[in-house]
């Protein structure tokens, strides 16, 4: 018999599983259906297999206003923790996916549409530069890691506000499956189906900005995933039902994550690589291939 109560203690392994490993890997398959199906919206209804978070300047939106989040809002006192830099992240991406939407109507060249995404998403980088130049050097290593991009840097409790907001957006749009397909042979269609073609297309641009802007908050700027997996999963899939996609995206973006988290820890013994340079080289040579493969784009 012994007296008084025992404590319990855990091993290192127990820690590192607990509260890195497990988090760690929850981020990847979160972010992976986050951003797949993210990126699979905008195709949808720019009717374009090249449009993207990334590529339309969305993910650029995001990081400009983290980075007045974390590089002037430091400076000047009112940064207010994690929670701020999510509603940045998010309100930077949702500007800019209305600014884009309303420029679509006034432009009717896919091509040009994508360009001025390009050029929105240059700017938002070269208004990032700016801060960056005058910004505190403390707080600029801050911003730069974090725009790296990495999966651990998320906690047991940022999950908590992280998976509830993604799996409540992603099963609001379960709700959208009809617009979605009707959206996808255009607006005329969509408006002769019975689909409140304005509305259907705000909601669907307001999951959108949040999944990505979310994802952004928590793990980073990450490229690719969002344009890649969407044109992966049609190659796969050859179905018009947008159902088949939004779940296959769902699968095939968790696992690119995982695996491309893998790989960055396993290159370079004791170090982490960041997750953004393994998606790019896995999602640019995809585009590419798909592009060399349907040369009448």
Same mark, same amino acid.
């Given at each position: 018999? =012994?007296?008084?109560?025992?404590?319990?203690?855990?091993?290192?392994?127990?820690?590192?599983?607990?509260?890195?490993?497990? +988090?760690?890997?929850?981020?990847?398959?979160?972010?992976?259906?986050?951003?797949?199906?993210?990126?699979?919206?905008?195709?949808?209804?720019?009717?374009?297999?090249? %449009?993207? #978070?990334? !590529?339309?300047?969305?993910?650029?939106? &995001?990081?400009?206003? !983290?980075? !007045?989040?974390?590089?002037?809002?430091?400076?000047?006192?009112?940064?207010?923790? /994690?929670?701020? !830099?999510?509603?940045?992240?998010?309100?930077?991406? $949702?500007?800019?996916?209305?600014?884009?939407?309303?420029?679509?109507? /006034?432009?009717?060249?896919?091509?040009?549409?994508?360009?001025?995404?390009?050029?929105?998403?240059?700017?938002?980088?070269?208004?990032?530069?700016?801060?960056?130049?005058?910004?505190? #050097?403390?707080?600029?290593?801050?911003?730069?890691?974090?725009?790296?991009?990495?999966?651990?840097?998320?906690?047991?409790?940022?999950?908590?506000?992280?998976? +509830?907001? &993604?799996?409540?957006?992603?099963?609001?749009?379960?709700?959208?499956?009809? #617009?979605?397909? &009707?959206?996808?042979?255009?607006?005329? =269609?969509?408006?002769?189906?019975?689909?409140?073609?304005?509305?259907?297309?705000?909601?669907?641009?307001?999951?959108?900005?949040?999944?990505?802007?979310?994802?952004?908050? $928590?793990?980073? #700027?990450? %490229?690719?995933?969002?344009?890649?997996?969407?044109?992966?999963?049609?190659?796969?899939?050859?179905?018009? /039902?947008?159902?088949?996609?939004?779940?296959?995206?769902?699968?095939?973006?968790?696992?690119?994550?995982?695996?491309?988290?893998?790989?960055?820890?396993?290159?370079? +013994?004791?170090?982490?690589? +960041?997750?953004?340079?393994?998606?790019?080289?896995?999602?640019?040579?995809?585009?590419? =291939?798909?592009? $060399?493969?349907?040369?009448?784009?």
């Amino acid at each position: 018999m =012994y007296g008084g109560s025992q404590s319990i203690t855990f091993s290192s392994e127990d820690f590192i599983f607990s509260q890195i490993r497990c +988090p760690k890997t929850i981020t990847a398959i979160i972010a992976g259906c986050t951003l797949s199906v993210s990126g699979l919206i905008l195709q949808i209804i720019f009717r374009n297999p090249l %449009a993207g #978070p990334y !590529v339309l300047g969305i993910s650029s939106g &995001a990081s400009l206003m !983290v980075a !007045v989040g974390i590089l002037a809002g430091q400076t000047f006192g009112f940064l207010s923790g /994690k929670s701020f !830099v999510v509603l940045c992240a998010v309100g930077g991406s $949702f500007f800019i996916t209305l600014l884009i939407l309303i420029i679509s109507k /006034k432009v009717s060249s896919n091509v040009v549409l994508l360009l001025i995404g390009i050029m929105l998403s240059q700017i938002c980088g070269a208004l990032q530069m700016a801060l960056e130049y005058f910004s505190d #050097p403390n707080n600029l290593k801050t911003f730069v890691i974090w725009g790296m991009g990495s999966l651990a840097n998320t906690t047991n409790n940022d999950l908590l506000i992280y998976v +509830p907001v &993604a799996i409540l957006s992603l099963l609001v749009l379960l709700f959208f499956i009809k #617009p979605l397909n &009707a959206l996808l042979l255009g607006q005329n =269609y969509a408006q002769n189906a019975g689909i409140n073609f304005s509305r259907s297309r705000f909601y669907l641009i307001l999951i959108s900005s949040l999944l990505t802007g979310l994802t952004t908050a $928590f793990c980073g #700027p990450i %490229a690719f995933v969002g344009i890649a997996v969407p044109i992966l999963s049609r190659m796969i899939f050859s179905s018009a /039902k947008q159902q088949v996609h939004i779940f296959s995206c769902l699968l095939l973006g968790s696992i690119i994550l995982l695996i491309s988290d893998a790989v960055t820890n396993s290159l370079i +013994p004791n170090v982490a690589l +960041p997750v953004n340079m393994m998606t790019t080289f896995i999602g640019a040579p995809l585009v590419m =291939y798909l592009m $060399f493969r349907n040369k009448h784009w």
